[in-house]
């Protein structure tokens, strides 16, 4: 029997920023098994513009622009590929079940086994290898949930300790922060305090490349810092780790949906992961 040679291969994943970042492992998986197809990506454009930037994927899409609502249009923008993989099941040929979720095992892993792919684990995650930077700590207090955010007073507190260590302090503030309470009017340190304030996934990527360590909530933020390699502590005080948390040897996860760390202990993580850049 010949096999089937794929020429183009879709992946249809809509969602957030964190949504689209755990789909790498799978799609690196993908890229090895049918060597030589061009991987698209479907999903919010510019979040699937990170991963194409960094060549995950060939070409990045906008999932509107498939017009799934409407069958006809679609299955004619769909009949290009040769394989579609996605979360919108009349239009694929292999359905990624979103919603189910096995403790103790990685999301990232559980959606490419949906599809018969076993990634090299945990290097699939990667974006960019860890490497040595001098740079500056940087803190993102925000999150796609206020539910799991760490308190205020608690970032705040963090923030005020690094600063007595002579280190400066960038704090990243999306959208969700901003049209909320802002972290910009926050009482930082303000001699060692500066804001990145980008709004596009892509540019926040290659800002985050020279940070020295990164602390973060469960976000899609905090995924992107420790797939570019940054030493990374995940603060969680709403979901499970075992299978929300970024992947590496480089990352320092605390806390769960019963646990609300202290800034001691979040403190001696983030020198924990300081010393790993060492």
């Given at each position: 029997?010949?096999?089937?040679?794929?020429?183009?291969i879709?992946?249809?994943r809509?969602?957030g920023l964190?949504d689209t970042?755990?789909?790498?492992?799978?799609?690196?998986?993908?890229?090895?098994?049918?060597?030589?197809?061009?991987l698209h990506?479907?999903?919010?454009?510019?979040?699937?513009?990170?991963?194409?930037?960094?060549?995950?994927?060939?070409?990045?899409?906008s999932?509107e622009?498939?017009?799934?609502?409407?069958?006809?249009?679609?299955r004619?923008?769909?009949?290009?590929?040769?394989l579609?993989i996605?979360?919108?099941?009349?239009c694929v040929?292999?359905?990624?079940?979103l919603?189910?979720?096995v403790?103790?095992?990685?999301?990232?892993?559980?959606?490419?086994?949906?599809?018969?792919?076993e990634?090299?684990?945990p290097s699939?995650?990667q974006?960019?290898?860890?490497?040595?930077?001098e740079?500056v700590t940087?803190?993102?207090p925000?999150?796609?949930?206020?539910h799991?955010c760490?308190?205020k007073?608690?970032w705040?507190?963090?923030?005020?300790?690094?600063?007595?260590?002579?280190?400066?302090?960038?704090?990243?503030v999306?959208?969700?922060?901003?049209?909320?309470?802002?972290p910009?009017?926050w009482?930082?340190?303000n001699?060692?305090?500066?804001?990145v304030?980008e709004?596009e996934?892509l540019?926040l990527?290659?800002?985050?490349?020279?940070?020295?360590?990164?602390?973060?909530?469960?976000?899609?933020?905090?995924?992107?810092?420790?797939?570019?390699?940054?030493?990374?502590?995940?603060?969680?005080i709403a979901?499970?780790?075992?299978?929300?948390?970024?992947?590496?040897?480089?990352?320092?996860?605390?806390?769960?949906?019963?646990?609300?760390?202290?800034v001691?202990?979040?403190?001696?993580?983030?020198?924990?992961?300081?010393?790993?850049?060492?």
């Amino acid at each position: 029997m010949v096999p089937c040679i794929m020429h183009r291969i879709l992946l249809i994943r809509r969602g957030g920023l964190g949504d689209t970042l755990l789909t790498a492992p799978l799609l690196r998986a993908l890229r090895r098994k049918h060597d030589g197809a061009a991987l698209h990506l479907a999903g919010t454009r510019e979040f699937c513009d990170v991963l194409c930037g960094y060549g995950t994927v060939d070409v990045a899409h906008s999932a509107e622009d498939l017009l799934l609502w409407i069958p006809d249009k679609a299955r004619e923008r769909l009949s290009r590929f040769d394989l579609i993989i996605g979360d919108e099941p009349p239009c694929v040929q292999q359905a990624l079940d979103l919603h189910s979720h096995v403790t103790g095992t990685p999301y990232a892993l559980q959606l490419a086994r949906q599809v018969g792919c076993e990634p090299e684990w945990p290097s699939d995650c990667q974006l960019l290898p860890p490497r040595s930077t001098e740079s500056v700590t940087v803190l993102a207090p925000g999150s796609g949930g206020a539910h799991k955010c760490w308190p205020k007073e608690h970032w705040l507190a963090l923030a005020h300790r690094v600063a007595q260590h002579n280190r400066d302090l960038e704090v990243v503030v999306g959208p969700a922060e901003i049209d909320g309470d802002d972290p910009r009017a926050w009482p930082w340190p303000n001699d060692r305090t500066t804001f990145v304030t980008e709004p596009e996934p892509l540019r926040l990527a290659k800002r985050l490349e020279s940070a020295r360590v990164f602390v973060g909530n469960d976000s899609g933020t905090t995924h992107l810092a420790a797939m570019l390699g940054v030493p990374t502590v995940a603060v969680f005080i709403a979901t499970d780790p075992t299978v929300w948390a970024p992947v590496g040897d480089h990352v320092h996860t605390i806390g769960d949906a019963d646990v609300l760390p202290s800034v001691d202990d979040v403190e001696r993580l983030l020198d924990d992961a300081l010393r790993w850049r060492r």
